[in-house]
Structures are given as structure tokens and as C-alpha cells.
């Protein structure tokens, strides 16, 4: 399977504190892509980065990839409690994304 | 405000059952997408299509089958219900060149 994996599972953080998770991934990328999932809720892009990119920005998110190591982070700083939902990382392999089992991110006030 | 709709947040089907769920952009996506989300599983593809009456499986397409006769509408349909088809099936639809799925808001289907 190409699906990514996530790291932490479970992650639990104060309002105001950094939460970082990361993702792993198995064969050669186009592109990664971050979701976020609320409660019983589907998915929302977040933020996508190219294969030749290795850090990118939007608002308080900044994601990292390392193509030599088949990994990414997802940074959130300031983080509030709008913020809690789960997060998941896609990674590109042509027209399909293959998504990891997600991490589970709470924001406690 | 585009989006995907689909058609039933909560459904409650019999063993046996044949069960139609739907999905509907007003994008003018091409592709359109099938996945059930289980606990400590993830997002798993169980069909997609990439044009009107194509279709290609997924990872998992045993016990589904799909129909794709108009753009904006990709139906899943459980030929015979069985308990371990109780899931949340999102429904997502993307266009090439552009980054990312668009999200339904998923069925969580029950099967009892």
C-alpha cells in the first residue's frame, strides 16, 4: 500500500502552544497534500506542497518535506481551539491521493 | 460557495439490502471519488472514475459496484448490505491541474 502514515496518533496540546505532526510515505510523490476532518465531518484541503518544494506557508500552517527521508510535517502555531480535528496527509501519485490514518490533534482552552 | 453533496448524513439499512448512496458536485469536476473511513484504517478508495460511465476500483471495491451516467453525479451502490459495510463513505471530486479534493460530507451508513 502507499498510504502515509501519521505521527502522532493522538495529540493533545494547550491554546496558545505549537502542535506539530508528521507524516510518512513509502514511494516517489508528486505532491503532498494536509487535510483537516472535524467531528463526523469530511475533509478539507489545507495545504499542498510539489516534490521540489521543501517548506511552505499558509497563515499559521507551515508543512516541510523531505524527499530523501519520505516524510513531512505539518506545523500549527498559535494553536486555538478551533483548531482541534483530525489531520491527515495524501500523498500525489498521478490523479489518486492515498491518505494515512490521521492524527488526532485536541486544543484544550 | 461549490461543493459536493451527498445525500444522506445518517442511514440505516437491513442485512440483504441493496443501498444507493449518492454523490453530487456543482463543480464540473472530472474525477469523482468513493472512499469508507474506518477507525485505525484511514481513508480507503473503493471506486473512482475519471468520465462520464467510466469507472476504475479502488483498493477495496469487493461487495460495491458504481455508476457515473452524468459529470457532477457518482452513485455507490451496495448490491447486498452486510454489517461489515457499516462506515463512513465520503464521497470527493477533483479536477487535473488543481490542487486537491473537494470533500462531501459523508454518509455514515449502518448496516444491522
Known amino acids: 500500500s502507499q498510504q502515509g502514515e501519521e505521527d502522532p496518533q493522538a495529540l493533545s496540546i494547550q491554546e496558545g502552544e505549537n502542535a506539530t505532526m508528521n507524516c510518512s510515505y513509502k514511494?516517489?510523490?508528486?505532491?503532498l497534500q494536509w487535510y483537516r476532518q472535524n467531528s463526523g465531518r469530511g475533509l478539507v484541503h489545507l495545504i499542498l506542497i510539489r516534490s521540489n518544494e521543501r517548506e511552505k506557508h499558509s497563515g499559521r500552517l507551515r508543512v516541510t518535506l523531505d524527499t530523501s527521508k519520505k516524510s513531512s510535517s505539518l506545523l500549527i502555531t498559535a494553536s486555538r481551539a478551533a483548531d482541534t480535528a483530525s489531520y491527515f496527509c495524501?500523498?500525489?501519485?498521478?490523479?489518486?491521493?492515498?491518505f494515512g490514518t490521521g492524527t488526532s490533534l485536541t486544543v484544550i482552552p | 460557495d461549490v461543493k459536493v453533496t451527498q445525500s444522506s448524513r445518517y442511514l440505516v439499512k437491513r442485512t440483504g439490502e441493496k443501498v444507493f448512496l449518492e454523490c453530487v458536485q456543482d463543480?464540473?469536476?472530472?474525477?469523482m471519488f468513493w472512499y469508507r473511513q474506518d477507525p485505525g484504517l484511514g481513508l480507503r478508495l473503493i471506486y473512482f472514475?475519471?468520465?462520464?460511465?467510466?469507472?476504475e476500483k479502488g483498493d477495496i471495491p469487493e461487495g460495491y459496484s458504481v455508476s457515473r451516467e452524468k459529470k457532477e453525479r457518482f452513485s455507490l451502490i451496495l448490491e447486498s448490505a452486510s454489517t461489515n459495510q457499516t462506515s463512513m463513505y465520503l464521497c470527493?471530486?477533483?479536477?487535473?491541474?488543481?490542487?486537491?479534493?473537494?470533500f462531501g460530507s459523508g454518509t455514515r451508513l449502518t448496516v444491522v
Open positions: 472514475s475519471y468520465d462520464v460511465k467510466m469507472k
Open positions: 470527493a471530486s477533483s479536477s487535473p491541474g488543481r490542487p486537491g479534493y473537494t
Open positions: 514511494t516517489s510523490i508528486n505532491n
Open positions: 495524501a500523498t500525489n501519485t498521478g490523479n489518486q491521493f492515498y
Open positions: 463543480m464540473d469536476h472530472e474525477n
